[in-house]
């Protein structure tokens, strides 16, 4: 009889039966290490919170004001991080203030390692400083009395700073950074450049099939649902919650991925894994006050960008008083507060982007391709780039004239013109935009808008009833004991407690892992057991993902229909025909005063000197381009360090910029005309100006086309030939 060779020892059987033995070896070590990195967690998330002052942050810091003793206390804390050794700092650059969200999490996130925003900011000479909160809110703490204590603690850094050249750049995340814009609207004067990162500001906008997270408020009835959640808390809202509804976005990462990665790089993953948790779990609390605020004002409501939120002396907010540029950073993979929800306030405030401009606002935007929400200001490989270009540019970024403009990045290499004029790896431009830009990013149509405001209306009458005839019972019925009782039983709580040392069966788990690290045997890469693993894992993540795409698309159905039906809006009080329109028109007040800037302006476009010309025509010049590089600022601050006489502050220099740039919006004719009787008698004088100009325009790119075209005729209006300007110098020109 044949031999079957498959059942011989050396044979394909005996090499598979191996394989099983091996990956077995492995998976029951990899098991119990797994649980022993979730024991770690437990214990972990059981000593962070038992903290005063819980948070994640990487850095040594110094108390500087503890808002819990101010006239009107509030939990928030402002702080001055102490820089790690090898790091120094310029006192006379403008500090930056990290103002991080109170979503649910406790504070940190914006200086959670080195490549961080604190990091990097620190990296480019900046004094940092850090505003963060205590688990728990002060009795009477109003979204409002934040503010104005925010607006204090950003008073004491300017105080500190006083020869810093420039205002504190302010950076809020996620939902810090829709409070910081409320409050440079209500006090521009006490800001420098805001970047905001990762904030929902238009709360309605995104496009369909996409971002179901702002059909909430409206499947769930509206707001009556936090105000009964804030009074089972007794008077407090759990901050678990929020972050409860944040990972329901994405069931496959929170219910498998997550973990899987760390079971499946159990020998690599647990640092990482528990850096991270020990934030993802510092769940904080909330007035009953401030969720509310936040929820009827802002996520149904959407009354930020409409102008309907009020604070108390009865002043509205408008963000259109902001004087400061803004800078906004938003991704397609933020499913959380995707780049409609962060840039669509632009469309509701203004017309167009001479509107903007009327306003003398500069607002600068990035749109990020893939990162998702956190990744906006917790992953290293965004702050390497465009937070550390953020922050080493933000001098650029002061002083661009008024307008809309989309900051784009360019790898900086060997073939990189002036790259020594570039700082980091990568070289930013701003480069001109229409709102068209925005527009074309998707948004809602006016059937759209008619759904969300019916929701807005029936949220309202739903959260009145539930005020009259069942919030009274509720909190007569709710302790002080019971509401502790509920926040420790929330799930996302119970998961951490539940695998801690507090659990006895996890002393076997940690005495057992001790012993299988000491007998680890990880398996081999081309194991075949393993592949099978990575394919049935995968598998369960299109599993979840299909799962959350079909009832994301459920919802989504759900709420147009319910909303868009003719019959609920007429009965809600919307015009089912109507064209619905939040942007306002220009404040009459607002309008006589820029009439009566526009006549100033104007009388002056024939006052000044070489200064006045050299800036006018640089501007009118490069404006050819539509951009404004990294590069091209750099050349222009080292010209003038160069020259003792054209020394002036960051302030007055972007003053100069802004009325000369004004000048050539207004009457472009009339500016360029008046050039010649700026200029001195002395011929060497206009041709050092001009020479300056055009080495800071070549520093950035050669000049060809319309630039070198405007460059001409700048040199006539300048009174210069062509021998006065073949000697100039050109950046663009790289020894050999």
């Excluded at 620190?122 to 940092?128: D, N, R, V, Y």
């Excluded at 229909?561 to 942007?583: E, F, H, K, N, W």
């Amino acid at each position: 009889m044949p031999t079957d060779n498959a059942i011989l020892p050396g044979g394909p059987m005996s090499g598979l039966v191996a394989s099983a033995v091996e990956y077995m070896v492995d998976a029951g070590q990899r098991s119990v290490l797994f649980l022993d990195i979730m024991r770690q967690r437990g214990d972990q998330y059981r000593e962070h919170v038992a903290q005063t002052a819980p948070h994640v942050l990487s850095y040594a810091a110094e108390l500087v004001i503890d808002g819990r003793k101010l006239e009107h206390p509030v939990n928030y804390a402002l702080v001055r991080i102490i820089p790690p050794k090898g790091v120094e700092i310029d006192l006379k650059r403008r500090p930056f203030v990290v103002v991080d969200p109170r979503a649910g999490h406790g504070p940190g996130i914006g200086g959670f390692k080195a490549d961080s925003e604190i990091g990097v900011a620190m990296k480019a000479g900046h004094p940092c400083y850090f505003i963060g909160f205590l688990p728990e809110p002060m009795p009477g703490q109003t979204i409002e009395r934040i503010a104005r204590a925010e607006a204090i603690f950003i008073e004491k850094v300017i105080e500190r700073h006083p020869e810093a050249d420039g205002k504190p750049c302010v950076i809020g995340n996620c939902q810090a950074g829709w409070a910081v814009m409320i409050l440079a609207s209500l006090r521009p004067q006490l800001f420098g450049p805001l970047i905001i990162a990762g904030a929902p500001l238009a709360y309605w906008a995104g496009v369909h099939g996409k971002y179901p997270m702002r059909y909430s408020g409206g499947l769930l009835g509206g707001s009556w649902l936090t105000a009964l959640s804030s009074d089972l808390g007794g008077g407090k809202f759990d901050g678990a919650w929020l972050v409860q509804n944040f990972e329901s976005q994405n069931p496959s990462n929170t219910l498998w991925t997550k973990q899987y990665n760390v079971y499946s790089k159990v020998d690599t993953e647990a640092d990482r894994y528990l850096e991270f948790e020990r934030w993802w779990g510092g769940h904080v609390n909330l007035n009953a006050e401030e969720i509310q605020f936040i929820v009827d004002e802002l996520f149904i409501g959407n009354n930020l960008a409409a102008g309907r939120v009020k604070v108390s002396d009865g002043t509205a907010v408008d963000l259109r008083n902001i004087r400061s540029p803004i800078v906004v950073f938003c991704s397609k993979g933020d499913n959380i507060t995707p780049p409609q929800q962060a840039l669509h306030w632009i469309l509701e405030l203004y017309a167009d982007v001479d509107d903007i401009r009327a306003y003398g606002q500069t607002i600068v935007y990035t749109v990020h391709e893939t990162i998702g929400h956190l990744g906006i200001f917790v992953s290293g490989g965004v702050a390497k780039k465009e937070h550390a270009e953020f922050s080493s540019n933000i001098d650029l970024i002061d002083v661009l004239p008024p307008g809309l403009y989309e900051a784009t990045f360019e790898a900086r290499g060997p073939e990189t013109l002036n790259d020594e004029f570039a700082v980091g790896q990568w070289v930013m431009r701003c480069e001109a935009r229409t709102l068209d830009n925005i527009r074309a990013m998707g948004g809602n149509s006016p059937e759209d808008e008619r759904r969300f405001e019916t929701a807005k209306r029936v949220s309202e009458r739903n959260l009145a009833a539930y005020q009259k005839y069942v919030q009274p019972w509720i909190r007569s019925m709710v302790t002080p004991r019971m509401a502790e009782l509920m926040r420790n039983w929330h799930p996302l709580r119970v998961q951490y407690e539940a695998f801690s040392s507090q659990n006895p069966w996890m002393k076997t788990v940690e005495v057992a892992a001790e012993k299988a690290r000491g007998d680890r045997k990880p398996v081999a890469e081309d194991n075949p057991f393993l592949a099978f693993q990575e394919k049935v894992s995968k598998q369960i993540v299109r599993s979840l993902d299909q799962w959350r795409d079909s009832q994301e698309a459920l919802s989504e159905a759900m709420f147009l229909t319910i909303y868009g039906s003719p019959v609920l809006q007429a009965a809600m009080g919307v015009d089912p025909q109507s064209t619905p329109s939040s942007r306002r028109e220009m404040d009459p007040k607002h309008r006589a005063l820029l009439e009566a800037r526009i006549a100033e302006l104007k009388s002056k476009i024939g006052a000044g000197g070489l200064r006045e010309a050299g800036i006018r025509a640089l501007l009118y010049v490069g404006s050819a381009r539509g951009m404004v590089d990294e590069r091209s600022l750099e050349a222009l601050r080292r010209l003038r360090q160069a020259d003792e006489s054209a020394r002036m502050t960051l302030a007055e220099f972007k003053m100069l910029v802004r009325e000369q740039f004004f000048m050539l919006l207004l009457d472009r004719e009339a500016a360029l005309a008046a050039i010649p009787k700026l200029l001195p008698e002395n011929k060497g004088e206009r041709r050092k100006v001009f020479a300056a100009i055009q080495e800071v325009l070549s520093a950035s790119a050669e000049i060809s086309g319309e630039v070198a075209k405007r460059l001409k005729q700048v040199a006539e209006l300048f009174g210069l030939d062509a021998a006065d300007t073949a000697n100039v110098r050109s950046f663009g020109k790289k020894a050999s």
